[in-house]
């Protein structure tokens, strides 16, 4: 079935560092793919999506290119804050054996220290 | 727009007893979905609907869970009894139904504690 998988955290980062989080997936034909951030206290929210191959999400200095040839969508920013702490998950919807539910990965908690 | 509202955000009974958990979405949106999170786990599927009717419940434990989202709008979910593993937070999201790639919105969800 299908799945998506995350790279283990927690990611601890100085403020203005890069940022990359690792996320790939298996499904069958052509899902869409998500992220979605968590900060303390919040609820889910969407932060990014991509529709088809090659398409690049971006949303507050988040990018995330949907890459097929390696089923990877994954997560990156070029300087974060402490305001981005908090829990991002990678999600994919709408492949073939879907019904357009999210599937998302275990969760990866980013920690950003002043 | 009013978000999806939960209640309530945080319950705690104990095992073998039964608890509900309420969920009211965005007005306009067709598909409602409840996700259980286990603590350290990405949220899971465990009913989502399609007006009033259920379009996918695989996952859902039917000996104890049930749900039902009456007239297509609000929508309860039901434990009975509860068991140990059941603590989590249980997620309520709904979307339009009528894109190809739908939208979820999220509740802040409901935190059941089962002691």
């Known amino acids: 079935g299908d799945s998506v998988t995350q790279m283990e955290g927690p990611v601890t980062l100085s403020e203005e560092a890069f940022l990359t989080i690792n996320c790939t997936y298996t499904a069958t034909g052509y899902p869409s793919l998500f992220w979605y951030v968590q900060y303390p206290g919040e609820g889910l929210q969407l932060l990014l999506k991509a529709t088809k191959a090659d398409d690049k999400g971006s949303n507050k200095g988040f990018e995330a290119t949907y890459r097929k040839e390696t089923t990877s969508f994954h997560l990156e920013k070029g300087s974060v804050q402490v305001s981005d702490s908090a829990v991002y998950f990678c999600?994919?919807?709408?492949?073939?054996?879907?019904?357009?539910?999210?599937?998302f990965g275990q969760g990866t908690t980013l920690q950003v220290k002043p | 727009e009013a978000g999806v509202a939960q209640s309530p955000r945080y319950k705690i009974i104990e095992k073998r007893q039964s608890v509900a958990f309420w969920c009211n979405p965005i007005s306009g949106h067709a598909t409602l979905y409840w996700y259980q999170q286990i603590l350290g786990q990405g949220p899971k599927l465990l009913i989502q609907f399609q007006n009033n009717g259920v379009v996918d419940d695989s996952q859902l434990p039917k000996d104890r869970f049930s749900a039902e989202r009456l007239k297509g709008v609000d929508s309860t979910l039901k434990i009975q009894p509860a068991k140990l593993e059941d603590s989590a937070v249980y997620l309520c999201?709904?979307?339009?139904?009528?894109?190809?790639?739908?939208?979820?919105?999220f509740g802040q969800g409901t935190r059941l504690t089962v002691v």
């Open positions: 999201a709904s979307s339009r139904g009528q894109d190809r790639v739908p939208e979820a919105f």
């Open positions: 999600a994919l919807s709408g492949s073939s054996s879907n019904t357009g539910k999210l599937i």
